[in-house]
């Protein structure tokens, strides 16, 4: 399985974005697929996760509410929507999956990464 996201960009404080996530190759056996972020010397960050058949989305505290994902099965394709985005979004936001639905707050728990892509909020 391979993860393509794409979607980031330059967005102005206030704005939104949608970022996307296809998969491909043999997915039957994922259980979950998660965005993470990460900014140059902190940790990759948590966002949301939301279990493979689409209909159960988690989210961390930080951006429950402003953020939302989903998934279209038919397309394989996750998606993020980032709504009311301030500076300190910014940063290269990730896909991940897993075949474990366990600890998927955790980075180390997803076997299967996308490129990031850039999100930069200006202020």
């Known amino acids: 399985v391979q993860l393509q996201a794409s979607g980031g960009g330059l967005v102005q404080t206030g704005g939104s974005m949608n970022l996307s996530c296809a998969a491909t190759?043999?997915?039957?056996?994922?259980?979950?697929a998660g965005w993470f972020r990460q900014v140059p010397g902190k940790e990759r960050e948590w966002l949301a996760t939301?279990?493979?058949?689409?209909?159960?989305?988690v989210y961390s505290f930080s951006v429950h509410g402003r953020f939302r994902i989903s998934k279209d099965n038919a397309k394989n394709t996750v998606f993020l929507k980032l709504n009311s985005l301030k500076p300190e979004d910014t940063a290269v936001y990730y896909c991940?999956?897993?075949?474990?639905?366990?600890?998927?707050?955790?980075?180390?728990?997803?076997?299967?990464w996308g490129r990031g892509t850039q999100v930069t909020v200006s202020s």
């Open positions: 991940a999956a897993s075949h474990n639905n366990y600890a998927f707050q955790v980075p180390d728990s997803y076997d299967i």
């Open positions: 190759g043999r997915s039957l056996d994922l259980q979950v």
């Open positions: 939301i279990n493979w058949s689409g209909d159960f989305p």
